[in-house]
């Protein structure tokens, strides 16, 4: 598997993989999650997408933005056909990386309350659940890692 920055021309394969992740979560919602109404155009445009590819095939898509101190995760998802492999892991340890790299302290990220299994997976990969709310009409819960090692 590889991570590399998205480019324009895989706008649609940024799309197709979010749009595929997240579609299970609509009836719990009770609307799309957040990420499928997503400009991928200008988030690729804007240096914040990476891909993760195996054997040359999109399988995973990972969303950051610096915000302060931190970096923003503000999406990760993997194909439903790819998923159960190690990439959203690896896409969440890249993107702790990129905090590193950028001289960043910590990763903040957020989950619909709703993707339960976001709620037992982030605390388990060393997340912290800072907080619950509700924000642009989601409730949501909020998660930080303090990072070490270069951070």
Do not use: C
């Amino acid at each position: 598997m590889t991570i590399r920055l998205a480019r324009p021309p895989d706008v649609a394969a940024v799309g197709r993989i979010t749009d595929d992740a997240y579609r299970r979560y609509i009836e719990r919602i009770g609307r799309e999650p957040a990420p499928m109404a997503a400009d991928h155009g200008a988030l690729i445009a804007a240096g914040e997408v990476w891909l993760a590819e195996v054997d040359g095939d999109a399988a995973g898509v990972l969303v950051v933005r610096p915000r302060g101190a931190a970096l923003l995760l503000e999406s990760v998802a993997v194909a439903p056909g790819m998923q159960g492999r190690g990439i959203g892991r690896a896409l969440v340890e890249h993107a702790e990386q990129l905090a590193r790299e950028r001289g960043l302290s910590a990763v903040e990220l957020y989950t619909n309350l709703h993707m339960t299994e976001n709620l037992r997976m982030y605390p388990r990969l060393g997340y912290e659940e800072v907080g619950r709310g509700s924000q642009d009409g989601y409730e949501r819960a909020f998660f930080r890692k303090t990072l070490t090692g270069g951070g």
